[in-house]
């Protein structure tokens, strides 16, 4: 499926989970890796805030792409994150989705827009 570019410049991005490995399969602990490069994956939890709506969503990244230090609460930035749409079917049942990748999580900043008048 395609993926489509998600324009971050105006969003607020906030940590709510700390980055931690994806895990490919859960009955073995092994985990994912980047199909191309064969670098582990990572897992981690944002709020998405922009136009006055939020979503919780988690997104993947290489593991060279996660700086240390960044806290919970903290503003983040997700350089080049594409969402893409999948479906599967799982015992018997049709599931679909939005899987979230960006190229890395990194400190950011709250935009301007979504500071003023405080």
Do not use: C
Not at 12 to 19: C, D, K, R
Not at 40 to 46: D, E, I, R, S, T
Not at 62 to 77: F, I, K, N, Q, R
Not at 87 to 93: A, K, T, W
């Amino acid at each position: 499926m395609r993926s489509i570019r998600v324009e971050t410049s105006t969003a607020t991005i906030l940590l709510t989970e700390a980055p931690q490995p994806k895990v490919r399969d859960r009955q073995t602990g092994e985990i994912a890796k980047d199909a191309v490069s064969g670098e582990a994956l990572m897992k981690v939890g944002v709020v998405y805030i922009d136009e006055g709506e939020s979503s919780l969503i988690h997104v993947t990244v290489p593991e060279s792409g996660v700086v240390e230090g960044l806290a919970l609460g903290s503003p983040v930035a997700l350089p080049g994150l594409v969402a893409r749409p999948w479906e599967s079917v799982f015992n018997g049942q049709q599931r679909h989705g939005i899987a979230y990748r960006a190229a890395a999580v990194t400190a950011g900043a709250v935009p301007a827009a979504a500071g003023a008048g405080v």
